[in-house]
């Protein structure tokens, strides 16, 4: 074997901006970025005020003292980050308790904090700009911590203005803890630097925008063994006492009621920025009650199914058995305790066309289940959502494009390198090649580089000398043609991960659990994948040993990972539900593997597995795909 097909892609990461010093920090901010910056090392620069259970004690007494607060009163703290104001409110006895965030890793630790505790907090993910929650609801809403002011236009702010009136009760109370921006645009301090622990330091240069409106900042967090290691900028408004004064009125409280400013305390002599002078101000919503809507007529939901009739090479009898009729009956059981929605169901192939024109404005949307594709091929998956958008009926799940870019093993790979995602290294052999050289260390997996369900993947796809990869290439060419092409890749041993999302950008994104496949009861010398044996022959050893648990993984590669899963669900345009696979190197650095942009539905699936982690039985998850498409078709 002796002719290279071509250059190895290389893996590649991010880089962090090498800029030095800027004369204009303006130019190098990006708008959107408060997506970025919450995470572990927010909470470390900022630990002296964030983390510090004392201050947060002082401030939630002066904050109820101010808002007069009943213990059944429900309140919303609004970009709530770790939640350490509601976790405190708790523990005085407060009961209806909410929080929201744009950060996950923000959110993510207020849950395992507050269930550490035994804190009974309801948390969402999501933006503050579209609130998840029904009109006349709260009795307080909050904005603490200066989390205010963050958007490139007071329009966004106007936004979440409307929102916090929407949601409080008639006669409701807004709190907000906002920076002194008078004081600031006077007092800023424009360079400074401290150590954040025995390792850590952060510089940090400020400077105002072009419009004296908002006060840019940059930090420069350097770990003493590793160098640089975060290089961002951020920026937040600074509002005056009569420009936050006009905003509220605009939006139609009462004027606000200036409290009092607070100072902020330090015990490292931090450099506290825009947290360094804060006014506290309240408003009150003087509004008539929403006339109740009469109750929501019950959505009208097609379910566009593969058809049982008619064979399937991916399934291993070629047809739909007593497995795949039980799998239909649970789901139509799970569907059938869903109240705001009436199911009909679809499967033949043969009219499904005229079927389809017939149900044209009759229909809310499809819930697209056909994951086997139109006539049960695998091929024409895309086919399915690209009648129903001639034909203009909404639907569950991505678009052609979406699923047609991520049948494409190879496109994906070169879509996540072009990204900084990182992927395993691979080769492709297209159906013309016949001589190739192996510039990958063994073992290696080669399979085929169109396809879902792990079909064509076996252990006998894993090739640890050069004549067994030679047999499985013949091998998986005799299956799938020899017109299409293989993935050679680099065998992974380390964890096999999968994430499961649902939602959409700007619409509360659930990240379920991650899981891993347990292999710890495969005999021995078999290798450790979960490929067509797992999946779909009960006589394999693979079927009857592996399963799935909760992933055990530190909190950075966790987070990278969803990170990166998330990048991508933006980029190929997923939509309401996806699946991502990783993983882990030897080393245990993770690899992206596939994107299941419409991923298996069914009871015991992945993505029930891990919704069930959270908590989230089958009838749930199969809601939350519903609701997430609903909120997207309808707006």
């Known amino acids: 074997m002796k002719t290279m097909l071509g250059n190895k892609p290389k893996n590649t990461k991010p880089v962090l901006p090498k800029s030095g010093p800027v004369d204009n920090l303006e130019q190098h901010l990006r708008p959107d970025w408060w997506k970025r910056i919450f995470n572990a090392m927010y909470l470390k620069t900022d630990a002296d005020m964030v983390e510090d259970r004392q201050i947060t004690s002082q401030e939630v007494e002066l904050f109820s003292s101010i808002l007069e607060l009943q213990p059944n009163d429900r309140i919303l703290d609004m970009a709530c980050g770790q939640g350490r104001h509601l976790m405190e409110w708790a523990r005085r006895g407060q009961q209806e308790l909410y929080g929201i965030d744009r950060s996950r890793y923000l959110i993510q630790r207020a849950r395992t904090r507050a269930r550490n505790e035994g804190l009974n907090l309801n948390l969402k993910e999501g933006d503050v700009r579209k609130l998840p929650y029904p009109t006349d609801h709260f009795d307080c809403v909050t904005i603490l911590g200066n989390s205010f002011g963050y958007f490139e236009s007071t329009d966004d702010d106007l936004k979440i203005l409307r929102e916090v009136f929407r949601v409080l009760?008639?006669?409701?109370?807004?709190?907000?803890d906002l920076a002194d921006g008078n004081y600031l645009l006077k007092n800023f301090v424009p360079r400074s630097w401290e150590w954040i622990d025995k390792k850590h330091f952060v510089c940090r240069e400020r400077s105002?925008?072009?419009?004296?409106?908002?006060?840019?900042?940059?930090e420069v967090v350097t770990n003493i063994e590793k160098g640089v290691i975060v290089d961002q900028f951020y920026a937040e408004r600074l509002y005056t006492r009569e420009?936050?004064?006009?905003?509220l009125k605009k939006v139609g409280y009462t004027a606000p009621i200036f409290h009092q400013e607070i100072a902020s305390e330090t015990k490292r002599n931090q450099d506290l920025g825009m947290m360094e002078r804060r006014m506290i101000l309240t408003a009150e919503v003087i509004k008539e009650w929403t006339p109740k809507?009469?109750?929501?007529?019950?959505?009208?939901?097609?379910?566009?199914?593969?058809?049982?009739?008619l064979t399937d090479i991916i399934k291993p009898d070629g047809k739909f058995d007593d497995d795949d009729h039980q799998t239909i009956n649970k789901l139509k059981s799970a569907l059938s305790e869903l109240n705001e929605f009436k199911f009909t169901y679809l499967d033949n192939h043969h009219s499904l066309i005229n079927d389809l024109i017939k149900l044209q404005g009759k229909v809310d949307f499809v819930l697209n289940?056909?994951?086997?594709?139109?006539?049960n091929d695998a091929q024409k998956e895309l086919h399915v959502p690209a009648l129903l958008e001639m034909l203009k009926i909404p639907y569950t799940g991505s678009n052609p494009q979406c699923l047609a870019y991520c049948y494409d093993k190879s496109l994906i790979r070169g879509v996540a390198v072009e990204m900084g995602v990182p992927v395993a290294d691979a080769f492709l052999i297209k159906p013309e090649d016949n001589l190739f050289e192996v510039n990958l260390p063994f073992p290696v997996i080669a399979k085929p580089n169109f396809g879902d369900s792990s079909f064509g993947i076996t252990q006998k796809n894993v090739a640890y000398n050069i004549e067994e990869l030679d047999d499985?290439?013949?091998?998986?060419?005799?299956?799938?043609?020899?017109?299409k092409p293989i993935l050679v890749e680099q065998f992974l041993t380390g964890a096999e991960i999968s994430i499961g999302v649902v939602g959409n950008a700007l619409s509360n994104m659930i990240v379920?659990?991650?899981?891993?496949?347990?292999?710890?009861?495969?005999?021995?010398?078999l290798p450790k994948i979960c490929g067509y044996e797992a999946k779909w022959m009960t006589d394999s050893p693979y079927f009857r040993s592996l399963r799935s648990i909760r992933a055990d993984l530190s909190i950075e590669v966790s987070q990278s990972m969803v990170a990166d899963s998330l990048k991508m669900f933006e980029r190929l345009g997923c939509r309401d539900y996806c699946r991502f696979d990783w993983r882990l190197d030897a080393q245990g650095n993770?690899?992206?593997?596939?994107?299941?942009?419409?991923?298996?539905?069914?009871w015991d699936g992945h993505l029930a597995k891990m919704a069930a982690f959270d908590g989230v039985n089958y009838p749930q998850m199969l809601e939350a795909i519903l609701k997430a498409a609903e909120l997207r078709i309808m707006g």
């Open 369 to 375: 289940l056909c994951d086997e594709g139109f006539s």
């Open 590 to 602: 993770p690899k992206l593997l596939e994107v299941n942009p419409n991923p298996g539905w069914c």
């Open 472 to 483: 499985a290439i013949v091998r998986t060419r005799s299956q799938f043609g020899y017109d």
């Open 169 to 176: 009760k008639p006669n409701g109370k807004f709190l907000m």
């Open 293 to 309: 809507k009469k109750k929501k007529d019950v959505k009208n939901i097609v379910v566009l199914m593969g058809d049982p009739n």
């Open 512 to 525: 379920y659990p991650l899981i891993e496949e347990d292999f710890s009861q495969l005999p021995e010398g």
């Open 208 to 218: 105002l925008a072009s419009d004296q409106q908002r006060l840019i900042s940059r």
């Open 243 to 247: 420009q936050i004064e006009s905003l």
